[in-house]
């Protein structure tokens, strides 16, 4: 499991290694250089806003918003169904939540919108008449960024779940019409204190087809 970003006070500055960082990651490969990810990095006052009406909108109960693509299939089939549901079990069992306890749960889940304290986010944005192959130049592009981050000693964790507030996201940073919110990203320190426990990985050989002539 990926230790989640914290904020360490008095250490964050405004981004010259957030500037080396995405100037490196425009490198980021696409199909015939289309280059379709819009990002917005926003730290201070601007992220703080945008935590704090999120966390309004929890608070009151209010809905999520209107998705704008499905994160998972409706029916999402084995194995990938096992994947997911044991990702779960092992976050809240880090977390020492059982799973009776909703209530916790949802607190534990809520925690996406501070961006698990992190003192910087990214949000990134296709436009929404991209197809699928450019969705997945985003996520090479945000593969990039993370790999990056870590070279200039950051880590990030990206979150889908920030799709589930995009209006919110959107209020502050007023996107174009013509753009979708794919995801967020915390971008911070590492929590040396968090548990250490890793989410497992499916093996070589039921990942990899080696097809070779000798």
């Known amino acids: ?13 405004r981004p010259a290694a957030l500037e080396r960082v995405l100037s490196a ?10 280059q379709p990810w819009h990002a917005y990095v926003v730290t201070g006052a601007p992220l703080a806003e945008i935590k704090k009406r999120a966390g309004e ?26 994947r997911r549901s044991a990702f779960g079990e092992q976050r809240c069992g880090a977390l020492g939540i059982p ?7 949802q607190r534990a889940a809520a925690a996406n919108w501070d961006c698990f304290g992190a003192p910087g ?8 008449d991209m197809d699928r192959p450019q969705w997945s130049d985003v996520g090479m592009y945000l593969q990039t960024v993370m790999l990056l981050l870590r070279a200039e000693g950051l880590h990030s964790c990206p979150q889908m779940a920030w799709a589930k507030f995009h209006r919110t996201v ?13 995801c967020g990203m915390s971008i911070g320190f590492e929590d040396v204190t968090a548990d250490d426990a890793r989410t497992g990985r499916a093996s070589l050989d039921e990942m990899v087809t080696f097809v070779d002539g000798l």
Not at 1 to 13: A, D, F, I, Y
Not at 25 to 34: K, L, R
Not at 171 to 179: F, G
């Open 1 to 13: 499991m990926k230790r989640t970003p914290r904020l360490v006070p008095g250490s964050w500055t």
């Open 25 to 34: 990651a425009a490198w980021a490969p696409s199909g015939s250089n289309i």
């Open 57 to 82: 909108r929890l608070a009151s109960g209010d809905p999520w918003d209107e998705p704008e693509y499905e994160m998972y299939p409706a029916a999402l089939k084995s194995p990938y169904r096992e």
């Open 99 to 105: 799973r009776e306890d909703l209530e916790a749960r």
């Open 121 to 128: 986010a990214l949000f990134c944005y296709i436009d929404r």
């Open 170 to 182: 959107g209020e502050v940073l007023s996107p174009p019409d013509e753009l979708v919110l794919f």
